[in-house]
T-cell receptor, first 111, second 113 residues
Framework: DAKTTQPPSMDCAEGRAANLPCNHSTISGNEYVYWYRQIHSQGPQYIIHGLKNNETNEMASLIITEDRKSSTLILPHATLRDTAVYYCIARITGANSKLTFGKGITLSVRP | GAGVSQTPSNKVTEKGKYVELRCDPISGHTALYWYRQSLGQGPEFLIYFQGTGAADDSGLPNDRFFAVRPEGSVSTLKIQRTERGDSAVYLC???????????FGPGTRLLVL
């Protein structure tokens, strides 16, 4: 699986959009970009995933650059409950279906 | 519907003891995964099952760790002769098929004294 790199931390104000960056410059054509988050003392929670098109669901939007070397997870109106560690994962399709987590980015939403 | 459940939520044991950790996947999910998370780190893959068989056990750290899924649903992770370094959160995830999105349980926090 392609290695992803994320800044260690960021913060944003409650009610504002949180834009979480991820670099995956070695991603291959058959690797999806997955985002999970982990709120303190809980299991990881699936957020969204995409291959090359931008994706949106009730939780977030995922913007993938045209060259697929980076992506941004957007939480449109961050709340205090969005404070968590966010993991960006490049996951290959096919037989190797495990997730390879890095250290993620810690998002702190301030009141 | 019900998510992935794991029992116990916390387990304290003494060095050298045997422990079993249980995972109940989402009903109908054929793939089941075990991960381990140490403090301050992301989860690390241990093993995954497709149905009853272990399709990939390359993440198991040594032969003290073993997992089963005899009927293709519930899975048990077994750790023999526990060591203090085994202390971690053990996470289970399941997916409808092996390439589909994985959904995680709350984890079992294991502390080896």
């Amino acid at each position: 699986d392609a290695k992803t790199t994320q800044p260690p931390s960021m913060d944003c104000a409650e009610g504002r959009a949180a834009n979480l960056p991820c670099n995956h410059s070695t991603i291959s054509g058959n690797e999806y970009v997955y985002w999970y988050r982990q709120i303190h003392s809980q299991g990881p929670q699936y957020i969204i995933h995409g291959l090359k098109n931008n994706e949106t669901n009730e939780m977030a939007s995922l913007i993938i650059t045209e060259d697929r070397k980076s992506s941004t997870l957007i939480l449109p109106h961050a709340t205090l409950r969005d404070t968590a560690v966010y993991y960006c994962i490049a996951r290959i399709t096919g037989a190797n279906s495990k997730l390879t987590f890095g250290k993620g980015i810690t998002l702190s939403v301030r009141p | 519907g019900a998510g992935v459940s794991q029992t116990p939520s916390n387990k304290v044991t003494e060095k050298g003891k045997y422990v079993e950790l249980r995972c109940d996947p989402i009903s109908g999910h054929t793939a089941l995964y075990w991960y381990r998370q140490s403090l301050g780190q992301g989860p690390e893959f241990l093993i995954y099952f497709q149905g009853t068989g272990a399709a990939d056990d390359s993440g198991l750290p040594n032969d003290r760790f073993f997992a089963v899924r005899p009927e293709g649903s519930v899975s048990t992770l077994k750790i023999q002769r526990t060591e203090r370094g085994d202390s971690a959160v053990y996470l289970c995830a399941s997916s409808l098929w092996e390439q589909e999105t994985q959904y995680f349980g709350p984890g079992t926090r294991l502390l080896v004294l």
